[in-house]
């Protein structure tokens, strides 16, 4: 085996390009970047399979941070373990630490310039509707009965219409899940014993 073939098979490396590459080229945050993620991780490098992934974006999220972070760890820590996690951190962090940087230092010389301001409105048109995609690409694999939808549906109106934190739609979908799961395990054993 060639050292180039030493190098793009390693693991810890393929981990900090392709996160490094999600944080260099993907507009509007986290959650623009699920689909992305997506994508690579279980399409493109099989790294997971696509529950694995729903698992991972259910945790990502119920966690405090930025679920493309938290997502970049939980996908580090699953293939390499804890230097995993740091390496694929790092690699999803710095694109975006280094632009911050160098984004201040030109909008603190340009001011208030229409052009600027003009462009920035149109980054934000393009990440809505990235992140709209993203609500659609895991609706469609998680939403697969009444009772998800349901609790999807009671979960945004208590955030958007009521004002409710997140952490407490995470918390109440946590319990309703293990109610929902005791209760149809509870009708399924006894469905089997009066067979």
Same mark, same amino acid.
């Given at each position: 085996m #060639?050292k180039?073939e030493?190098?793009?098979?390693? %693991?810890?490396l393929? %981990?900090?390009?392709?996160?490094?590459?999600?944080?260099?080229?993907t507009i509007?945050?986290g959650? &623009?970047?699920i /689909? =992305? +993620?997506?994508?690579i991780?279980?399409?493109k490098?099989?790294?997971?399979?696509?529950?694995? &992934?729903?698992?991972?974006i259910?945790v #990502?999220?119920g @966690? /405090?941070?930025?679920?493309?972070?938290?997502m970049?760890?939980?996908?580090?820590?699953t293939?390499?373990?804890?230097l995993g996690?740091?390496?694929?951190?790092?690699?999803?962090?710095?694109p #975006?630490?280094?632009? +911050? +940087?160098?984004?201040i230092?030109? @909008?603190?010389?340009i001011?208030?310039n229409r052009?600027v301001?003009?462009a920035?409105?149109g980054?934000k048109? &393009?990440?809505?509707? =990235?992140?709209a995609?993203?609500?659609?690409k895991?609706?469609?694999?998680? @939403?697969?009965? /009444?009772?998800q939808?349901?609790?999807? @549906?009671l979960?945004?109106?208590?955030? &958007?219409?009521? #004002?409710?934190?997140?952490?407490?739609?995470?918390v109440?979908?946590?319990?309703?899940? %293990?109610?929902?799961?005791?209760?149809k395990e509870k009708k399924?054993g006894n469905g089997?014993?009066?067979q």
């Amino acid at each position: 085996m #060639s050292k180039l073939e030493k190098v793009k098979n390693n %693991l810890y490396l393929q %981990l900090f390009w392709t996160f490094f590459k999600l944080g260099l080229f993907t507009i509007g945050g986290g959650m &623009a970047m699920i /689909p =992305l +993620i997506q994508d690579i991780v279980v399409d493109k490098k099989k790294w997971m399979t696509e529950e694995e &992934a729903v698992d991972c974006i259910a945790v #990502s999220q119920g @966690l /405090p941070g930025v679920i493309a972070i938290n997502m970049a760890t939980y996908i580090g820590q699953t293939k390499k373990g804890i230097l995993g996690a740091i390496v694929a951190t790092v690699g999803v962090i710095l694109p #975006s630490f280094i632009i +911050i +940087i160098l984004v201040i230092k030109v @909008l603190a010389g340009i001011g208030e310039n229409r052009y600027v301001n003009g462009a920035l409105a149109g980054i934000k048109a &393009a990440a809505t509707g =990235l992140i709209a995609y993203s609500a659609y690409k895991v609706g469609r694999q998680v @939403l697969k009965g /009444p009772f998800q939808w349901i609790l999807a @549906l009671l979960s945004f109106a208590a955030i &958007a219409v009521f #004002s409710v934190n997140a952490v407490w739609a995470i918390v109440a979908g946590i319990f309703a899940g %293990l109610i929902y799961t005791a209760v149809k395990e509870k009708k399924k054993g006894n469905g089997g014993e009066s067979q």
